[in-house]
């Protein structure tokens, strides 16, 4: 009698990447995940070219419109058809060695979903301090149903997962901003959603709170976190932390001062 071997089938991944004006970026994203059974771009109709370059590539691109990160992310997991999910974002790249990495463990599993640390290269260099080594985000390759975010308006979505949680040996590679102005717009549009936030919790903030938290801010990142190992793009991360933060109190504490408009007597001065 011939002895049967039973073969294990390795799930099938679908990878998913949040999208909104992303031109510059997303073809490499889209490339460095091509091996995937499914590749989504969810996309919150961009105004320049990532649909139109990520369907060209073969990703299956869909319009989700953005209301929060966390719902988002929801409604991003919700679209991909398959067991296993990998979350890449569009300044992320993933690498061969995470590529084989995410092979073995579909291929047998020792946990529910995972983190994976990112190597972050800023102004021509990677950066090894500045609190971005190792730098993780939420988990990113886990099983259909274990990672669920909260749908409220958070700079940085909050989730639960239900399982266990396990770590890549391998990096994955992130380029956060191409140039400056891609650091500033972030700065501006995280502080925003940082000041709704105080405001929800109606926290009275001043001007002095903001200017604290800033310097705070800064030398967590260029003292504590050894930034200035990092060089120039270790101050201009620390520069951009403390505005990001000084930003965030400040406009929550002008929101609460309810600037009036001037006079109607304009040369009126008191």
Request: hydrophobic share 35%; glycine share 8%.
């Given at each position: 009698?011939?002895?049967?071997?039973?073969?294990?089938?390795?799930?099938?991944?679908?990878?998913?990447?949040?999208?909104?004006?992303?031109a510059d970026k997303i073809a490499a994203a889209v490339q460095s995940v091509s091996w995937a059974d499914e590749v989504l771009v969810l996309d919150s109709n961009s105004t320049d070219a990532t649909a139109q370059i990520a369907t060209e590539l073969g990703a299956t691109v869909k319009q989700l419109p953005f209301i929060t990160f966390g719902k988002l992310r929801n409604d991003a997991i919700a679209a991909c058809t398959h067991e296993w999910v990998f979350s890449l974002d569009a300044d992320e790249r993933c690498t061969p060695s995470a590529h084989a990495e995410i092979v073995n463990l579909l291929a047998q599993p020792t946990a529910d979903a995972y983190y994976v640390p990112r190597r972050n290269w800023f102004m021509g260099r990677w950066i090894k301090h500045s609190g971005w080594s190792p730098d993780y985000r939420q988990p990113q390759l886990f099983r259909k149903g274990a990672l669920i975010f909260d749908d409220r308006e958070e700079v940085h979505e909050s989730f639960q997962v239900h399982g266990k949680i396990g770590y890549f040996n391998s990096s994955i590679i992130q380029v956060p901003f191409q140039n400056l102005e891609q650091?500033?717009?972030?700065?501006?549009?995280?502080?925003?959603?940082?000041?709704?936030?105080?405001?929800?919790?109606?926290?009275?903030?001043?001007?002095?709170t903001a200017l604290l938290h800033g310097i705070w801010a800064f030398i967590r990142i260029y003292i504590i976190k050894r930034g200035f190992l990092d060089g120039w793009a270790g101050f201009v991360l620390a520069l951009g932390n403390f505005e990001g933060t000084f930003y965030r109190y400040a406009k929550a504490s002008t929101a609460q001062l309810n600037w009036r408009n001037p006079p109607a007597d304009h040369d009126e001065l008191r």
């Open positions: 009698m011939t002895e049967m071997t039973s073969v294990t089938i390795a799930p099938k991944l679908s990878v998913y990447i949040i999208t909104y004006n992303e650091l500033v717009h972030k700065m501006q549009r995280y502080s925003t959603l940082g000041a709704r936030k105080l405001e929800r919790k109606g926290k009275r903030v001043g001007m002095g």
